[in-house]
Structures are given as structure tokens and as C-alpha cells.
């Protein structure tokens, strides 16, 4: 094929070449000329584009002020960089939260509990409709889940809810409602109810780790704490066992995260101002006896610490109470803060994500293995 004058290259050898190339410069290049441009959009360069940036590349950062802007931070050759996301919103958009991402797609909220499925690298967006199974906002609790189910090559939304049982709207449903949007279909549907009680004092969004979106929750009818994991190509819950010395009716009120990869579980055993957690890591999935333990020890905080990604094999990036972002140095055991220009002062969410040039608008385009 040629692309250039006067040259000839294989499409392997362009394809071999491009996907070592960051998203926004293939985004440029598929300017250049329609064979370029048709290269650069097959399916096969995509697959080979993301898995080459997954591996290679640090994860990223999503941040969304209280001025309700987002901004990405880039970790790269010891240096931080951030970058102001700008994508055409609609004057009533106000964005609260950041609620997962899976394979370079980010879902966001808005305050009417509209989501949104974007990639900050491309900017490509999609405004997901309002689910017909949705519960009035008003007396009703919401948690969301953001994943990729591998076997039918589909990107899920999971939306667990229920009614506040405190309140006078519907005292008595406790169901936890579950509703589930498939962006290859493009529509919703209401599947059985949860198993478990997942009324837990914080509203986490599900962890995606293996195909399943993970949620701790209490096991009825002894109300055991349990991680339920939603495997989203059966879409059924199955259980994952948690590390044998913590307390089984407490640890439902720590944390869920992934960090390398890895389903992790943060437990700070304080209430009020702290300044230690534990992070469990499971480094074989579903093996109970691959869970293994570090420190981040000497940060002050008074709601949560949260660890959010690894920058070097020894430094991992932890969020201090929406207030600020600092850098824990688990070999030295330093902390310093993450200064980084144009974020000031505390922030709504954030959340990780992988460079990808995966689109919300036709994920069927991309495929990845299991």
C-alpha cells in the first residue's frame, strides 16, 4: 500500500510502527491521507495500540474540580503533567463524579444522575438515556459499575439501587434493584435483585478487576461482610474471598480499589483523623492466600486515604480527603505532595484511566482478550 510518495510499506510493518505512537499523535496522523486514516482505524491496529500503551505506560489520572472542569495528570519521565478536557457540553451539564473506567473510557455523573462515556484522550463522548427502570432520586440510593464483558465483546453499565428505608417514600422495599445498560445494544434492562444488602455508608463505585465489577456488601441473613463480585458476562454475583485475618462483619466499610492491576482492599481501622492504612492486594485473582500487605504510613487525614495508581514500582499517588494528591514512597516511607499546574484546591473526584483509542460512540470497532 503506498502511503508516502514514492514509498512502499507492508501494512504490518506501518502497524508495527504506529502503535508505539501516544493517542493523540494517531488521532493527527489519521489526517494525513484516507489510506493512513483507514490503517489507523481497523480493528487490528487498535487492539495492537492498546495493548502495547497498557503495558507500557503509567496510568493516568481524571480530575474533576469543584468548579466542575476536568482535567487529565500525565505521569511520564519524572515529570507530571495535566491537561484542561474540553468536550462539547450543554450549558445545564454539571458533573459530580467519576464513577470508573474500563479500557480507556471513563464514566462520569452528572447531579440529574445522566452518564456520560467518554475518553479524555480523544474527547469522543457518549450521552447515555435515561434508564425507564430508574428510581426517583428523591428517597433512593444509587451505585455505578463501569466494565467490559470479554465474552460478548460489550461494554456494561451496572446501576445497583435502592430505596432509602429510612425515609417515607417506600419504607418497605428492600430490594436492591439492578438495572444494566449495554452500550453494543444500546439499550437497558432489569435483572434480578442483588443477593446481598449493599446499604453501606458509602456509595462506592463498583471496582473492575477480571471481567467482574466488585462491590463489598453484607451477606444476609447473618449479615456477614462478603466482596461481591458481578461477573458481567453472566451478569450473576459470585464471592471472592477477602483476607483471612480481617473481621468478617467489619470489613464491609473499608475500600475497594485496583492498583496494578490487582483487586485491592484498603482498611484504616480509625475513626476520625488517622494517618495509617493497610492495602491488601490480591495478586492472583481469586486465590485467598495471594493476598499480601503494605503500608502508607505518616499522612494525616480525616475522612479517607485513598490510593489511586503506581507511578514507579516503589511511589504510589494517594488522594487526601479530596483535598490534595500526594506521592508515598513505600521503600523510604516519605511522602511529598503532588504539585501540579493548573489544579488548585479540592476536587469532586478522581479516577485512573489508560491512554486508548477506544471510541464510546462504536466500541465494537475494539475487541480485547480476556
Known sequence: MSIFNGGYLPEELLINIFCRLPAKSIGQLRCVSNPLNSILSNKQFLKSHFTRIHFQEPEKLI?????????TIT???NGVFSNSIIFQQTPSDQFVDICGSCNGLVLILN???TIVVINPITLDFKKIPNSPFALDPIGSFSMYGFGYDYVNDDYKIVVISRYDHDNEYEPDVL?????????KIGSWKRIKSSPYDHAVPE???GVFVNGALHWLASKKPDYVSVIGAFVLSDEEFVEVPAPKSLDKDKFVFNKLVVLKGCLCMVVDNLEGYGNRIDVWMM???????SWTKFCVDGIDFYDFLKPLCFIRDDEVVVNVDGEKLMVYNLEEEISRDLEVDGILGRFDSVGTFVESLVSPVDPNLFETEA
Do not use: R, T
Request: aromatic content about 14%; hydrophobic content about 35%; proline content about 0%.
Open 283 to 289: 495478586k492472583k485473582y481469586g486465590v485467598e492466600e
Open 203 to 205: 456509595l462506592a463505585s
Open 175 to 183: 430490594d436492591m434493584f439492578m438495572d444494566i445498560y449495554s452500550l
Open 111 to 113: 447531579k440529574d444522575d
Open 75 to 77: 505521569f511520564k519521565n
Open 63 to 71: 480530575l474533576l474540580s469543584n468548579s466542575h472542569s476536568f482535567h
